[in-house]
């Protein structure tokens, strides 16, 4: 599977970035690169809840996949307004849109199939990529994944949740991830704000996912009215 994004500067400047994620798993397959730089290392700025150990993982898995895009973002600042397309194998999307959300919307596939423990919990999502989502869009992907994870787990036997307590939890250790990123980024020298807010609205967007989990998705409920009725 991959995904393409093409973003066009002011400047005339072109960045390219061609993803390519496993068509089974979904994981993210990076070219070959140089050694990762020292701020990728596990240890700094780590994240609490990050389960990893040095021993085995030395380097951050998405610090570590991420690097060389930072790079080509390091002078750039997030209000720029840039041209972006997205191609996948099934559909284009095409806006303008401030830098920092181009970004955060090519960061989210990378950091959900790098292989980190805690936000690997998003990578279903991944294969309905929706670049540039609105608030509602997102949340509607993400309570849909979750209900269809737990439908997986009742089948195999195991507990399912069907509160979105679970769900809730997800975003609670991720906007914990996201925060230590944004640490670990900002020990990066000269680097502009573009990566660094990015990230900061991947965690924007999860915070303000945790309370609609339980108490707003009554918005929605209106929609699935037909399969509310009782039959006659």
């Not at 397959?29 to 700025?45: H, S």
């Not at 809840?49 to 570590?64: K, Q």
């Not at 906007?175 to 680097?191: E, G, K, M, Q, Y």
Request: hydrophobic share 40%.
């Amino acid at each position: 599977m991959d995904i393409d994004y093409r973003i066009r500067f002011p400047d005339g400047a072109v960045e390219s970035f061609d993803l390519r994620l496993d068509p089974a798993t979904l994981a993210f397959q990076p070219e070959a690169a140089a050694a990762p730089p020292e701020w990728t290392r596990l240890a700094n700025n780590k994240c609490p809840n990050c389960p990893l150990n040095e021993s085995d993982s030395p380097h951050c898995p998405v610090a570590r996949n991420l690097a060389p895009m930072i790079d080509r973002f390091v002078d750039r600042l997030s209000f720029e307004e840039v041209d972006v397309e997205v191609l996948t194998s099934g559909r284009e999307y095409r806006k303008r849109l401030s830098l920092q959300k181009a970004v955060s919307s090519l960061f989210g596939v990378v950091m959900s199939t790098s292989g980190c423990p805690i936000l690997d919990k998003m990578r279903p999502m991944v294969m309905t990529h929706l670049p540039f989502s609105e608030l509602e869009e997102g949340r509607y992907r993400a309570v849909s994944m979750y209900l269809l994870a737990q439908f997986f787990r009742g089948r195999k036997g195991l507990a399912a949740d069907w509160t979105l307590k679970g769900l809730e939890a997800i975003y609670g250790a991720i906007t914990l991830v996201n925060r230590a990123f944004t640490d670990r980024l900002r020990t990066i020298p000269s680097l502009e704000d573009a990566s660094l807010n990015a990230v900061i609205g991947l965690d924007c967007f999860c915070l303000s996912d945790a309370g609609f989990m339980t108490r707003s998705l009554n918005k929605l409920e209106r929609l699935f009215q037909t399969y509310l009725e009782k039959p006659e």
